[in-house]
């Protein structure tokens, strides 16, 4: 894929995925805040179903189980995430401030990002990009498999969708 900046969520699912596209393509893996999936982290009270946020992990948590993940500079002894159960009008926010950074960080050059996330995450990111309304009641899904692979291109004339939920490189016993 000719990546040259690999980015990934500071969730263990996406890390550890993440970690093996790193040594495979020889790139550095950066955690980025902003790509965790929708909801934050949570857990759900056994007895009510009351949401209640969970902090996440330190610079400590991450240094010692993933020495090889680069860290954002900001993440420190308080934990990457702080925040209560993200509604679906929080999450489109941070997909904004998501969109805005990678801008930033790559708009206008030849850079080839790769962003290991979730399902939630890329349903809304892809929504944001496409300048689809907000779905009411799950009208529309962008769905994503495990481990599948979208490509968009950005160029001076537009946006050029490639492929969406690429997993034809798995055996399908590994479609999930």
Same mark, same amino acid.
């Given at each position: 894929f ?10 263990d699912?996406?890390i /550890?995925?993440?970690l093996?596209?790193? =040594?495979?393509?020889? +790139?550095? *893996?950066? %955690?980025?805040?902003? #790509?965790h999936?929708?909801?934050g982290l949570?857990?759900v ?8 946020g969970?902090?996440?992990? /330190? ?5 010692? =189980?993933?020495?090889? +993940?680069? *860290?954002? %500079?900001?993440?420190g #002894?308080?934990?990457?995430y702080r925040?209560?159960?993200?509604e ?7 997909i ?5 950074q990678?801008a930033?960080r790559h708009?206008?050059?030849?850079d080839?990002?790769g ?9 809304h990111?892809?929504?944001?990009i ?7 009641n ?12 979208s ?5 001076a004339?537009g ?13 399908a016993a590994?479609?999930?």
């Amino acid at each position: 894929f000719g990546l040259t900046h690999l980015y990934c969520s500071l969730m263990d699912r996406a890390i /550890n995925t993440g970690l093996a596209v790193s =040594r495979a393509v020889g +790139l550095p *893996l950066l %955690a980025w805040t902003e #790509a965790h999936e929708g909801g934050g982290l949570y857990k759900v009270d056994e007895t009510s179903g009351a949401l209640s946020g969970v902090p996440g992990g /330190n610079r400590e948590y991450f240094a010692a =189980r993933y020495p090889e +993940l680069v *860290l954002p %500079a900001q993440l420190g #002894a308080a934990g990457w995430y702080r925040g209560g159960y993200e509604e679906a009008d929080a999450l489109r926010a941070r997909i904004a401030v998501f969109r805005q950074q990678l801008a930033e960080r790559h708009g206008g050059s030849s850079d080839r990002v790769g962003v290991v996330t979730h399902g939630d995450f890329y349903h809304h990111l892809l929504a944001a990009i496409m300048q689809a309304p907000a779905a009411a009641n799950g009208a529309y899904w962008f769905y994503l498999n495990n481990l599948g692979i979208s490509r968009l291109d950005f160029r001076a004339e537009g946006l050029r969708v490639m492929y969406l939920n690429r997993v034809d490189y798995l055996p399908a016993a590994l479609v999930t």
